[in-house]
């Protein structure tokens, strides 16, 4: 019997614990900060799981847990802080690894160690990033394979209510780790299009929004995600001409991102909150001399009406309202994250959405016309069940885990899942797990 390790217990990890409970022969061990009914519902009760209290913080206690001899895969779902360490503490003790987190250099940095230790660390192994490598993937070595080039890639990525779940004037609710989805927004990006590199500073990343029309589902509005650049590299694709990958929201969204960054809600420098109501924090955001002018001096700030849907989303919010603030001590970030997690949460028996869709245009040298390739996966939550994020980034760490523990995965070093003997098996279990994707083809310029 194979012994997992867990490290994480937040909101995607059920479905990676359960499927390896049920589809396979493994212990799993679940080391998080604390018990709580979130982990026993993990763990159920069942022979083969088990839960443990884990300090990430405590370097010993890591190494110690990481490094017992009856250990035989550590599955990382720490934050992001944790992923190089957790990494160096895998090939020290020698064991393989994998996690959804992005790749960061620091992780790239530990591969001739890996390879030396004999062992795997796969990054990457989520939905995006993840199964956006894997679906990409597939369909460009195809195009290869046929001795076309790709000229075009566009990837882009929602994790939203379903539409019957948008209920707010954001039109959008945490379905995965809160900081972790509006850190994001702080994040620079850059993309290739015809050929030429566009820069987005951080403060303007709201500003560079598009439309994207998904067939079934209507419009949403597009924003750049990071930096697209080095999957020029990762893809294998130097021919490419525009390469682009984005994030998906409901209508609103930018405009409503944009002005909390000029308001500053995403800053993240210290203050004392003591004895501040949200509008007296407001009001010294803004520099306002009055409180009862913060409606005119918001609308002044914004070079808005004091009339719009900007200040009705703020005072939905709450942060126009006399009531306390939740903290003594923070920033305005911490601030807005409080109050959206208060208020963007999901309601029982409602359900999320993902979208994912990619678009890439090929090139064959022979006659025939340049090709556009759609590839969409649209996931839904299940009501009292799993989200359609969890089951999205869960099952495909589940599978490459179960997959590398048999042995079926034997590359070594780090990896993110762009060969075909990582994604291959794993999109194909996911298509018998019920997460599959659509496809067309359609010929530009006959």
């Known amino acids: 019997m194979n012994n997992i390790l867990v490290l994480g217990a937040g909101l995607v990890v059920g479905p990676f614990v359960h499927y390896?409970?049920?589809?396979?022969?493994?212990?799993?061990?679940?080391?998080?900060?604390?018990?709580?009914?979130?982990?026993e519902n993990l763990i159920a009760g069942h022979p083969r799981g088990e839960a443990q209290v884990l300090d990430a913080t405590d370097a010993q206690s890591l190494r110690t847990l990481i490094s017992d001899a009856k250990t035989d895969l550590v599955a990382d779902f720490l934050p992001p802080a944790y992923h190089a360490t957790v990494g160096r503490l895998s090939i020290e003790a020698g064991i393989p690894m994998v996690s959804v987190s992005f790749a960061s250099?620091?992780?790239?940095?530990?591969?001739?160690?890996?390879?030396?230790?004999?062992?795997?660390?796969l990054n990457e192994i989520g939905l995006d990033p993840?199964?956006?490598?894997?679906?990409?993937?597939?369909?460009?070595?195809?195009?290869?394979?046929?001795?076309?080039?790709?000229?075009?890639?566009?990837?882009?990525?929602?994790?939203?209510?379903?539409?019957?779940?948008?209920?707010?004037?954001?039109?959008?609710?945490?379905?995965?780790?809160?900081?972790?989805?509006?850190?994001?927004?702080?994040?620079?990006?850059?993309?290739?299009?015809?050929?030429?590199?566009i820069p987005i500073p951080s403060d303007k990343l709201f500003e560079q929004y598009?439309?994207?029309?998904?067939?079934?589902?209507?419009?949403?509005?597009?924003?750049?995600?990071?930096?697209?650049?080095?999957?020029?590299?990762?893809y294998g694709i130097p021919e490419i001409r525009t390469m682009y990958r984005g994030t998906l929201r409901y209508m609103g969204w930018c405009?409503?991102?944009?002005?909390?960054i000029e308001l500053?809600?995403?800053?993240?420098?210290?203050?004392?909150?003591?004895?501040?109501?949200?509008?007296e924090f407001l009001s010294k955001l803004t520099g306002s001399s009055s409180e009862s002018e913060l409606e005119r001096n918001l609308a002044l700030h914004f070079h808005i009406d004091k009339d719009s849907t900007m200040l009705k989303r703020l005072e939905w919010l709450g942060l126009l309202s006399d009531k306390p603030l939740?903290?003594?001590?923070?920033?305005a970030f911490d601030v807005l994250l409080a109050q959206m997690m208060e208020k963007l949460k999901y309601e029982q028996g409602e359900r999320d959405m993902v979208v994912l869709q990619d678009e890439l245009v090929a090139q064959y040298p022979d006659q025939r016309p340049e090709e556009k390739i759609t590839?969409?996966?649209?996931?839904?939550?299940?009501?009292?069940?799993?989200?359609?994020?969890?089951?999205?980034?869960?099952?495909?760490?589940?599978?490459?885990?179960?997959?590398?523990?048999?042995?079926?995965?034997?590359?070594?070093?780090?990896?993110?899942?762009?060969?075909?003997?990582?994604?291959?098996?794993?999109?194909?279990?996911?298509?018998?797990?019920?997460?599959?994707?659509t496809g067309k083809a359609e010929n530009l310029n006959p």
Not at 223 to 234: K, V
């Open 20 to 39: 390896l409970l049920d589809q396979s022969d493994c212990h799993v061990k679940v080391a998080s900060l604390a018990f709580s009914e979130r982990v």
């Open 255 to 260: 405009e409503t991102l944009k002005k909390f």
């Open 130 to 197: 993840g199964i956006d490598h894997m679906s990409a993937m597939r369909v460009i070595h195809k195009v290869q394979s046929e001795g076309g080039v790709i000229v075009g890639f566009s990837s882009v990525c929602g994790a939203i209510p379903a539409p019957e779940a948008s209920l707010n004037p954001l039109g959008y609710k945490f379905s995965w780790h809160p900081q972790g989805a509006l850190g994001a927004a702080k994040r620079p990006a850059r993309y290739l299009k015809d050929g030429q590199e």
């Open 375 to 437: 590839s969409t996966l649209t996931e839904y939550g299940i009501p009292g069940g799993d989200s359609a994020v969890a089951r999205t980034v869960g099952l495909p760490a589940a599978i490459a885990a179960k997959l590398i523990l048999q042995g079926e995965i034997n590359l070594r070093g780090v990896h993110i899942p762009v060969d075909p003997i990582i994604y291959e098996p794993v999109l194909e279990e996911l298509e018998q797990q019920g997460i599959i994707f």
């Open 105 to 121: 250099d620091e992780m790239k940095a530990l591969n001739t160690e890996a390879e030396d230790a004999g062992i795997l660390i």
């Open 264 to 279: 500053g809600l995403l800053d993240e420098k210290g203050n004392d909150l003591r004895g501040l109501s949200y509008r």
């Open 326 to 331: 939740p903290l003594r001590q923070g920033s």
């Open 210 to 234: 598009s439309l994207q029309y998904i067939e079934g589902l209507g419009y949403f509005e597009l924003y750049p995600n990071g930096n697209s650049l080095p999957y020029i590299h990762t």
